[in-house]
């Protein structure tokens, strides 16, 4: 099994379920859902201003460096979380 393929199956599973299944909840399934098969992803929480002024927060997986569900064109811009709940970035 794949974190990829994994994504896939998450995203297709948020898409078609009823009700909003946004970043955090489809992180935290991928990132179940992996570490179950073996896998060692990343799970990540970024937060940033957006031009605005808006507070912005994301949440997606990574594995391998690679993002499994998540992805946005403007993930540099987030300051990401560590473990501790200090920002990194």
Same mark, same amino acid.
């Given at each position: 099994?794949t974190a990829?393929?994994?994504?896939?199956? %998450?995203? $297709?599973? =948020?898409r078609?379920?009823?009700?909003?299944y946004?970043? #955090?909840?489809q992180?935290?399934?991928?990132? +179940?859902?992996?570490?179950?098969?073996?896998?060692?992803?990343?799970?990540?929480?970024? %937060?940033? $201003?957006? =031009?605005?002024?808006?507070?912005?927060?994301h949440?997606? #997986?990574?594995?391998?460096?690679?993002?499994? +569900?998540?992805?946005?064109p403007?993930?540099?811009?987030?300051?990401?979380?560590?473990?501790?709940?200090e920002?990194?970035?």
């Amino acid at each position: 099994m794949t974190a990829r393929r994994i994504g896939g199956w %998450v995203a $297709r599973a =948020a898409r078609v379920l009823p009700g909003r299944y946004l970043c #955090l909840p489809q992180a935290l399934t991928a990132y +179940v859902e992996c570490s179950r098969y073996g896998l060692d992803p990343k799970l990540r929480v970024g %937060v940033m $201003r957006s =031009a605005d002024a808006r507070f912005e927060a994301h949440a997606w #997986l990574e594995h391998d460096g690679e993002i499994v +569900v998540g992805y946005l064109p403007n993930l540099d811009e987030f300051r990401v979380f560590d473990r501790a709940g200090e920002l990194v970035k």
